[in-house]
């Protein structure tokens, strides 16, 4: 079955930085876009950043944008998030999601069950 397994959040003061991983299994991942998702307290989850099954390809959410770096290592079933210049705002829950073939990044059809990512002074 698929698994996604997230980790690498933690409390990070204003203009820290922090990386994200996910561990997969449970499926070809060499073959699948993926994404990462948040969710804030209170609020539904928001599409963040998406890359293509090859690593080529990335996008972004205007409000990350030039501040979060995604990618993936297919060798090792890994995606990462590298997450510079963090603000208050970006303190959310953290999952990685696994995009149905062909579809939108947008979409996911499994997600992990997440990493808290902390940003306060």
């Known amino acids: 079955q698929v698994q996604l397994v997230e980790s690498g959040g933690g409390l990070v003061q204003p203009g820290g930085s922090l990386r994200l991983s996910c561990a997969a299994s449970?499926?070809?991942?060499?073959?699948?876009?993926m994404s990462w998702v948040r969710q804030a307290p209170g609020k539904g989850l928001e599409w963040v950043s998406g890359?293509?099954?090859?690593?080529?390809?990335?996008s972004y959410a205007d409000s990350v944008k030039g501040r979060f770096t995604i990618s993936r290592d297919n060798a090792k079933n890994a995606l990462f998030l590298q997450m510079n210049n963090l603000k208050p705002e970006d303190t959310a829950v953290y999952h990685c999601?696994?995009?149905?073939?062909?579809?939108?990044?947008?979409?996911?059809?499994?997600w992990g069950q997440g990493t808290q990512v902390t940003v306060s002074s």
């Open positions: 999601a696994k995009v149905p073939w062909g579809s939108d990044w947008s979409a996911y059809d499994y």
């Open positions: 449970g499926f070809t991942f060499s073959s699948y876009a």
């Open positions: 890359i293509n099954s090859g690593g080529g390809s990335t």
